[in-house]
């Protein structure tokens, strides 16, 4: 144990010599013997702490390594025992040493082994020669900065060095071509552009859960210059955006518009003329009632290169997060997505809500799954207008609020107490209407099945047939 802590800080030394070891101990292991300046063969007595930085009690005796540990810290030094945590004042992180890049993994001394296969995980990840390829940028660094003095332009030509055929060449051992490369293209026009035309990336979120965010979104968030986010979009997710990265805050909630969209649509427009990459941010997909369709028409209009990134929207994603199939063999045949808050007729001016233009008759006499997006606040006219339209009340339906979060909400029942059941909510929420809602995950279910769903032969509002009686 004593030898692989040696080995670590034989060769940390910023001078490439290491630390000057000493090690005290009646028997000593050859190998350690030999990293050390000085062995010292005998117990640890007091005075072996004179002049020392660090103190490594790395003995099988508990009490001598407390002890060593004690008189350690009563003289300000930093010690640490290994597998010891609670007797340490540092911790050994397991490292994978590219220097001058290093990376360090720790679980805070809970488990090492752990930690050293991490280490083994992400040492197969790195190329060798990556420490070499640090050195060789570095070298490149005050010419960069001397030809370009904007930070945009020089983050971007790296961006292209390291992505690029350069660093490929020289991590394939071609250093003299990466370096005859690397001159061309610093002193080429379009490389000392001082900044290259912006554009913006219309990014879906997914439903919440951070596990959700596709590749690509992750890829396009690290690269981000400016990320225009709204409300829903959960803050764990905007956790993988570039630190630096300037972030805008446009949410949006009922009756409450911070931020019109014509301001939205603008605050694109300019950020992405001034050279920046923009990653508008959304929460679900862009483009299933996100106006995803809205922005891209005024971005393509002003000439801004639009990138699209579909997410996981929250009819798919919650209705994973809880157990239902949004189509099944003999419960439905398909899937149809509606808003509550679309365009909209019938409203009085006096702050009524309005009733959404939806062919109810059409929805009712489809064989599909119904997922209504923004419907928590007209959930009891939703479901009038679906009974009168000829959906039977009996009908399952299923409230999920904030689907795939930590602190999801799943409500079971029927068409007819819709209303009811979306009562308290706050959401967002979204409303899965019809058959497959009996296959809901039971033990994901907020309220009791037994009192929210009618049973075949038991409620008088159920007809037979409707598969109630395998969801109980």
């Known amino acids: 144990m004593a030898l692989r802590k040696a080995r670590l800080v034989a060769g940390s030394g910023a001078d490439g010599r290491g630390a ?6 009646p028997e000593v292991h050859p190998d350690l013997g030999a990293l050390a300046a000085e062995v010292r063969r005998r117990p640890f007595a007091a005075h072996d702490l004179d002049g020392v930085t660090l103190v490594f009690a790395a003995g099988e005796n508990e009490n ?9 810290r009563a003289r300000g030094l930093l010690v640490n025992v290994p597998d010891r945590p609670a007797l340490s004042t540092f911790i050994m992180p397991a490292i994978v040493d590219r220097s001058p890049i290093t990376v360090a993994i720790s679980t805070g001394g809970t488990s090492p082994v752990l930690a050293r296969r991490l280490r083994a995980r992400i040492e197969a990840a790195l190329e060798p020669g990556l420490g070499r390829l640090a050195t060789f940028l570095d070298g490149f660094r005050t010419a960069v900065r001397s030809v370009k003095s904007d930070e945009t332009a020089r983050r971007r030509f790296w961006e292209r060095v390291i992505d690029g055929p350069i660093a490929q060449r020289f991590l394939a051992g071609d250093e ?11 002193n080429s026009d379009a490389a000392a552009a001082a900044i290259e035309g912006g554009s913006v990336a219309l990014v879906g979120a997914g439903p919440g859960d951070p596990d959700l965010l596709t590749l690509r979104a992750l890829r396009v968030l690290q690269n981000a210059d400016v990320v225009v986010h709204d409300k829903l979009v959960d803050d764990r997710i905007l956790d993988y955006v570039r630190r630096d990265a300037r972030r805008v805050y446009v949410g949006k909630s009922k009756s409450c518009h911070t931020v019109s969209q014509d301001e939205i649509n603008a605050i694109l427009v300019r950020e992405a003329q001034a050279g920046h990459r923009v990653v508008r941010l959304k929460g679900g997909d862009p483009f299933i009632f996100g106006r995803g369709g809205e922005e891209m028409a005024v971005l393509r209009a ?39 808050h679309g365009a909209a007729h019938g409203g009085r001016g006096d702050g009524t809500p309005s009733e959404p233009a939806i062919d109810w008759t059409a929805l009712a006499r489809l064989d599909h799954t119904l997922a209504i997006y923004m419907g928590l606040s007209k959930a009891g006219l939703v479901a009038d207008r ?36 979306a009562a308290g909510l706050t959401g967002p929420a979204l409303i899965l209407v019809g058959e497959v809602v009996t296959l809901a995950d039971p033990a994901k279910v907020a309220t009791d099945i037994l009192t929210t769903l009618p049973v075949p032969g038991r409620d008088a509002d159920t007809t037979p047939g409707t598969g109630f009686k395998a969801a109980v």
Not at 20 to 25: D, G
């Open 20 to 25: 000057r070891l000493v090690v005290v101990a």
């Open 64 to 72: 001598e390594a407390a002890a060593v540990a004690e008189l350690a």
């Open 176 to 186: 003299a071509g990466a370096h005859e490369q690397l001159v061309k293209t610093l």
């Open 302 to 340: 002003a000439g801004v290169a639009v990138e699209l990134v579909p997410g996981i929207t929250a009819a798919v994603g919650c209705a994973a997060a809880t157990g239902i199939p949004l189509t099944h063999r003999g419960l439905a045949q398909g899937i149809t997505l509606v808003t509550a």
């Open 386 to 421: 679906l009974i009168a339209a000829g959906k039977a009340p009996g009908t399952p339906v299923a409230l999920v609020e904030n689907g795939t979060r930590p602190d999801q909400t799943l409500i079971v029942g029927t068409l007819a107490r819709l209303g009811a059941l």
